[in-house]
């Protein structure tokens, strides 16, 4: 502001009559640099609200990611025996314009070597991460299981006379997390006498879903800008020192 002002004033003086005539050419390439950051900023304005649109994908469209669901013992280390873990590619079957809520699942066939078992034990719980894209990372995990006692599970199943338990996820993205949990459903089948896990669904609660599209976003905006706060090391100074030899010359 204080530049593009004081570019108005030296050409109000010329108008006036009062300013150097030397001085008038200098004034003019003034205001048209000023004109030409004017329009460079305007640029990069809607550049960067596009990048924020195709970042947060309003309608989910772009949508894809893995989850997986393990045992692990009561020291939280996962078991490494067959049946101890399954991973598979995460589909969103709910619409993206939709007020409901935001239902994700994955299935899994009755595979004799590649599988989960929920066995009716009081040392073993199941365990679970819901992630975008190929790796899970701090921003980009959707949620994670609070792990269950498997006797618990079998339990649930029991008492419900069902195949199915359910299970409560934590985003940690969110603010308040522990009271804004997710509900996720374990639906079994029973195998040669071992209950295997064939499908896992995932409830997300719309504004939740916004709400952590929304706080990834803003880790994007401020990487993004703090990467842009800092000049590469040597530009500032490569630009004095030419601009005091163009002076020199002028001179």
Known sequence: ETSLGSSLQRLFLIAAGSFPQEHISATMADARVI?????????????????????????????????????????????????????????????????????????????????????????????????????????????????????????????ATSTEFTLDAEAPLLKGAPGKLYKVTVATREQKFITKVVKVTLEIPRPYWVEWKNHRLRFWQFNKNSSGAVAPAGDSGEKEDKDGEKEKKEE
Request: proline fraction near 5%.
């Open 35 to 159: 004109k030409k950051e004017a329009k460079a900023e305007e640029k990069e304005k809607r550049a960067n609200e596009r990048a924020k649109r195709k970042m947060f994908d309003d309608q989910d469209e772009s949508f894809c990611g893995f989850m997986s669901l393990s045992l692990i013992d009561s020291d939280g280390y996962a078991k490494k025996t067959k049946g101890a873990e399954i991973k598979g590619p995460l589909y969103m079957v709910s619409e993206g314009n939709s007020e409901g809520p935001v239902v994700i699942e994955s299935e899994f066939s009755l595979n004799p070597l590649f599988y989960l078992q929920v066995p009716n034990e009081d040392n073993l719980l199941v365990w679970g991460q819901w992630w975008l894209g190929e790796k899970a990372a701090p921003l980009t995990t959707i949620c994670s299981a609070i792990p269950k006692l498997c006797q618990t599970a079998h339990k649930e199943m029991e008492k």
